[in-house]
T-cell receptor, first 115, second 111 residues
Framework: NAGVTQTPKFQVLKTGQSMTLQCAQDMNHNSMYWYRQDPGMGLRLIYYSASEGTTDKGEVPNGYNVSRLNKREFSLRLESAAPSQTSVYFC??????????????FGNGTRLTVT | AQSVTQPDIHITVSEGASLELRCNYSYGATPYLFWYVQSPGQGLQLLLKYFSGDTLVQGIKGFEAEFKRSQSSFNLRKPSVHWSDAAEYFCAVGFGNDMRFGAGTRLTVKP
């Protein structure tokens, strides 16, 4: 009964380094999302994938890329990390078929620090 | 622009007291509304949701929320708070392909 699994849980990068955050869900959901959480700002959408083979920008996409590898997996890549990308990153999935008739299910997050 | 406002950054209540967390939204159409709870170091867990119908919705852990269209509000309530309710609470609105979140309200429970 794993739900949404994210790896790693913690990561420290130096400015300019790259990394990929991994996410997998076992609920057979079509939609997957990457959010970042910053103090006092709630969660903001970085990218989403409405279905396998499609990805779209969210509210704060700059500096990130994503790949929907298959229906289960959705990865987030930082090509050249910057201190402004220090944040907690959450992957989520939803079984929504129209509107928001199904909620988001979240992973436990990745805490990223860029020095 | 669509937005979600949680006016209270931090609330402290005594164990056993009642709780109300406020949420206001700005959205033109009938909203999809949610409340999530986040314990330290954890992801967000759904407490309850509103799509349509009865404006008073029941959720898990004894929480309820009331949708008031005239006030653009979706406040979360609990009659008697337990120490384990200490956490951060987020109100959210489903908008297009995004779910927009408020900034959160941190709840502290005094013994």
């Amino acid at each position: 009964n794993a739900g949404v699994t994210q790896t790693p849980k913690f990561q420290v990068l130096k400015t300019g380094q790259s990394m990929t955050l991994q996410c997998a869900q076992d609920m057979n959901h079509n939609s997957m999302y990457w959010y970042r959480q910053d103090p006092g700002m709630g969660l903001r959408l970085i990218y989403y994938s409405a279905s396998e083979g499609t990805t779209d920008k969210g509210e704060v996409p700059n500096g990130y890329n994503v790949s929907r590898l298959n229906k289960r997996e959705f990865s987030l890549r930082l090509e050249s990390a910057a201190p402004s990308q220090t944040s907690v990153y959450f992957c989520a999935s939803s079984g929504r078929t129209g509107g928001w008739n199904s909620p988001l299910h979240f992973g436990n997050g990745t805490r990223l620090t860029v020095t | 622009a669509q937005s979600v406002t949680q006016p209270d950054i931090h609330i402290t209540v005594s164990e056993g007291a009642s709780l109300e967390l406020r949420c206001n939204y700005s959205y033109g159409a009938t909203p999809y509304l949610f409340w999530y709870v986040q314990s330290p170091g954890q992801g967000l867990q759904l407490l309850l949701k509103y799509f349509s119908g009865d404006t008073l919705v029941q959720g898990i852990k004894g929480f309820e929320a009331e949708f008031k269209r005239s006030q653009s509000s979706f406040n979360l309530r609990k009659p008697s708070v337990h120490w384990s309710d200490a956490a951060e609470y987020f109100c959210a609105v489903g908008f297009g392909n995004d779910m927009r979140f408020g900034a959160g309200t941190r709840l502290t429970v005094k013994p």
